[in-house]
């Protein structure tokens, strides 16, 4: 366990942050916390960092408790969201900062800050000023001064949010093989949920300072502990529908749902891509309308409106939608093949109740 | 030419035009003046002894005055940026005060406050300290004109450093006196220097404000803009002309300096020469432009 954290609450004022989050990070994971802005994320990451105090709760961070040492002593690295490199100093002495204060000798120093940039890929550019960067080599210098004092974790709080998007996409990939180079620990913040599935190993997903799921980029997204997020992360229809003798019904849908008792009423989620469209009115049992047509580059979205006036999205690939050639008006007919039943109390993550495979149709 | 180029010919004229007629041509007037009798006539004139020592007690002013504008402007900016309390936008409004009020009247204050007839005045004169009619009265008034100039130089520098670059060195083991010196200080000094160096110039050649609270006295109070006018007065615009010169010389090194002293990092230094003939190749380049097809 590299880094723990228990029962962490943070109080500004009377707001609460940071609601009683525990978690651990492993030895030499890349975890992702992932949640809108204002969910308290940044907040616990400048906890760990020492730049927030907690209100309650304890962190660890190699099984040392670090609650009472100062920023200065827990030896982590901090990649800022805008940078905040030193502006009046080079990028060589920009690394080369966190050395000197360490006292390291001028060749040791010299050494490391050479192999950073060169692993960085930024040979040469060690005398140039930040301004004198683009956005990605600014966000990699930082990256490099916060490793160079050989940090047992590395905390970066929205590292690629200031940066445009094909750039984005490059420091993504660029600091999975650096991690895998380098295996430190690192946490990192972000608010975008396709970063956070590509880059962490695992991920944390907050919502108003609570800790609504951790797990595998798979695990949150094929199995969503809360209503939350099933709805933050990908995309999901959510219906409330109510039961009526182990089956939930809304607006003419059916769904299973054996273990409520009658008039409960329920969530039922269920992905774009598990509602089958056909242009045949008679393939499916189900009804509706095509409403919209969006193209999404490798795939398309299809909203339609059922007959009892429900909005659903569909998404199918190209060459399911090549077949069909849905059209916007046209009268179609459809399934959900798979749903499931969200949990109904937010905030306490309970396994998934859904039925994975419940084939409602034909 | 193409209309564009036509606009942008009439546009550049006009802004150059405007510099020289405004600016360089009563420079070259009056160094023309100063040395029209020749060099030794100049230096005769800068050391008359009521010219010497107006220049001296100027420059000894001014320093003082800078040297703790810059203390107290960086401080009042350092407060008046990092910290919320009530009355803040009101203290934040009084800052300008002294560039909306003319230098005469804040002379008048300065004299209501401290004169004899005054309780602080009365007060401090039996202490045996005397501010009006004396140095400290100058300095007095020096540091009220130019109190603005650190602060308001200070302030957006201050606000542009976002508190992320010391927390960014608070993470690399820096303690908050380190992450002060070696990162806060640096990034402001441009702000900070522009303030202190305006400071001086501005202070160098005050008038108003000093002539009401220090008087007249010549080797005593006499600055060299009340020197001046008592010379252009007396008829002797040639001394007038030549104490004005030196003034201007001070005044020019010191903004030269500055320039050199907060040019970005990252550029080329010019050579003292060309950087003292830099507004001059300037306007060369710019009439050169002129010619260059576009």
Known sequence: MKIEVRALSKYFGSVEAVSNVSFTVKEGELLGLLGPSGSGKTTVLRMIAGLESPSSGDIFIDHVRVNDLSVQQRNIGFVFQHYALFKHMTVADNVAFGLSIKKWAKREIHQRVADLLQLMGLPGLGGRYPHQLSGGQRQRVAIARALAPRPSVLLLDEPFGAVDAQVRQELREWLIRLHDELAVTSLFVTHDQEEAMEVSNRLIVFSKGRLEQIGSPAEVYEDPATEFVARFIGSMNIVEAEVKQGVAHVAGLEFPAPDFPDTQRIQIGFRPYYIKLSEDTTHFRLQARVRHVYFLGVAYRVEIETESGLILRSRMNKEEFRQCRFEVGQPVSYAITHFRILPQDHGTPSPAMGIPDSPLTP | ?294
């Open chain 2, 1 to 294: 030419m193409s209309r564009h180029a036509i606009t942008a010919l009439a546009l550049r004229s006009a802004a150059i035009g405007y510099v020289l007629c405004l600016i360089l041509l009563p420079l070259t007037a009056i160094g023309f003046q100063s040395f029209e009798d020749g060099l030794t006539r100049f230096i005769d004139d800068i050391q008359q002894p009521q010219a010497k020592a107006a220049l001296i007690l100027t420059i000894e002013a001014a320093l003082i005055t800078t040297v703790i504008n810059a203390v107290f402007g960086m401080l009042s900016a350092w407060v008046l940026v990092r910290y919320d309390f009530p009355g803040r936008a009101f203290l934040n409004a009084l800052v300008d005060l002294p560039f909306a009020v003319p230098t005469l009247v804040a002379g008048i204050m300065i004299a209501a406050l401290y004169g004899a007839t005054s309780p602080i005045g009365a007060w401090l004169l039996k202490g045996g300290i005397e501010v009006l009619y004396n140095v400290p009265g100058i300095v007095l008034a020096m540091l009220f004109v130019t109190m603005p100039f650190t602060i308001r130089s200070l302030q957006p520098v201050l606000m542009e450093l976002e508190q992320d670059q010391e927390e960014a060195a608070y993470t690399l083991g820096a303690t908050p006196w380190q992450a002060f010196w070696r990162v806060t200080v640096p990034s402001v000094l441009p702000g900070l220097l522009t303030g202190i160096f305006l400071t001086f110039v501005r202070a160098l050649g005050e008038f108003g404000s000093v002539v009401i609270v220090a008087g007249n006295i010549p080797l005593k109070t006499q600055v060299a803009a009340v020197y001046v006018y008592g010379e252009i007065e007396s008829y002797n615009p040639q001394g007038a002309t030549s104490v004005s010169v030196v003034v201007l010389i001070v005044s020019f090194l010191a903004l030269m300096l500055l320039e050199r002293l907060t040019r970005p990092p990252g550029e080329r230094l010019p050579t003292l020469l060309t950087s003292i003939f830099s507004p001059q190749l300037l306007v060369l380049r710019s009439i050169l432009k002129f010619n260059t097809p576009h």
